[in-house]
């Protein structure tokens, strides 16, 4: 089993060499360099949940307190970074000029809020439940 992740750590750092390469270097055209730039995020998208469903991921947290504390702190993480990328949006996008526009800015607000913090919601509980063993 070894040898598989010595050949993927490989395979990813060609990757890397490829894309830095072919895509900073020498500005070659993007359809070129997709399919290692896919290799890179494919790989660490597998590592992320592998690290997750194995209980590596957060194991600061050993009991029910220690795990409200962690998620309160990642929603207000989420709750800060939502409302500075919503607002850096609005402001980019001129403001909303009447009560229609200002309740579509609140509703993209709120959305965006409820979707990021239920994935890392999701993947605390589970890995939090992975790395007790419950």
């Known amino acids: 089993m ?3 992740a010595q050949s993927g750590i490989i395979v990813l750092l060609l990757a890397f060499i490829d894309v830095v390469i072919r895509g900073a270097y020498l500005h070659r055209p993007f359809l070129e360099w997709i399919a290692s730039l896919a290799i890179i995020i494919c790989y660490m998208i597998f590592f992320f949940i592998k690290s997750i469903l194995t209980g590596v991921y957060e194991t600061d947290i050993n009991n029910k307190e220690q795990l409200k504390e962690k998620l309160k702190e990642k929603m207000s993480n989420t709750f800060i970074f939502c409302f ?3 607002g850096a949006t609005t402001y980019k996008y001129y403001f909303p ?3 229609g526009g ?3 800015a609140i509703a993209k607000f709120i959305i965006l809020f409820v979707f990021l913090f239920g994935i890392q919601y999701l993947i605390t509980v589970i890995a939090w439940k992975r790395s007790n063993k419950i």
């Open 97 to 99: 000029e009447d009560f």
């Open 102 to 104: 200002w309740l579509a």
């Open 2 to 4: 070894k040898i598989w």
């Open 84 to 86: 500075v990328a919503i």
